[in-house]
T-cell receptor
């Protein structure tokens, strides 16, 4: 089974702190994704990566950056956390063969609270 | 640009009744379509997907969905609701080329009435 793990289930940070959210997948997937989930808004894509050191902005990249130094690990960085970044963050991965309809596999999520 | 509309943010059905969750999509190319389920305090789990083969797709836990191109719909059904079906359901669309990005709907929370 594909397994996507996230470093923390719950995280509480203060405004202005630098925050790192880590995601690891164990199935050699090419693509990795970071979403935030808010009530009534569904999942919105922050960033995705289709290869090591490659990244593309999603729909809501402002205030976030990412890092992918190894194929299995994709980090989301909040350079200076703000209260409007309080949310559930979900990481996902997919195989990466274009046009093949591969599904994304999700981690359990990190619920981040910024005070 | 692709988009997904899920009608009804909350749906309640009685145990044993038919479950119908609605999803309409917009895509400039033939799409791939997905239904995911999220149980409380968990990530998303794939229920089923349509990838241009059979238009009626069967998934896990007795769920199925029918792709109707003329209606741009991909509604999810289950003939007989179980208490364990209580969860949030997300419809998503992906264009059948490119980098497997998904565009999600806003979700439908399903409540089962005993």
């Amino acid at each position: 089974d594909v397994k996507v793990t996230q470093s923390s289930r719950y995280l509480v940070k203060r405004t202005g702190e630098k925050v790192f959210l880590e995601c690891v997948q164990d199935m050699d997937h090419e693509n990795m994704f970071w979403y935030r989930q808010d009530p009534g808004l569904g999942l919105r894509l922050i960033y995705f990566s289709y290869d090591v050191k490659m990244k593309e902005k999603g729909d809501i990249p402002e205030g976030y950056s990412v890092s992918r130094e190894k194929k299995e690990r994709f980090s989301l960085i909040l350079e200076s956390a703000s209260t409007n970044q309080t949310s559930m963050y979900l990481c996902a991965s997919s195989l990466g063969l274009s046009g093949s309809g591969n599904e994304q596999f999700f981690g359990p999520g990190t619920r981040l609270t910024v005070l | 640009a692709q988009s997904v509309t899920q009608l009804g943010s909350h749906v309640s059905v009685s145990e044993g009744a038919l479950v119908l969750l609605r999803c309409n999509y917009s895509s400039s190319v033939p799409p791939y379509l997905f239904w995911y389920v999220q149980y409380p305090n968990q990530g998303l789990q794939l229920l089923l997907k349509y990838t241009s083969a059979a238009t009626l797709v069967k998934g896990i836990n007795g769920f199925e969905a029918e792709f109707k191109k003329s209606e741009t719909s991909f509604h999810l059904t289950e003939p007989s609701a179980h208490m364990s079906d209580a969860a949030e359901y997300f419809c998503a669309v992906s264009e059948n080329f490119g980098n497997e990005k998904l565009t999600f709907g806003t979700g439908t929370r399903l409540t089962i009435i005993p």
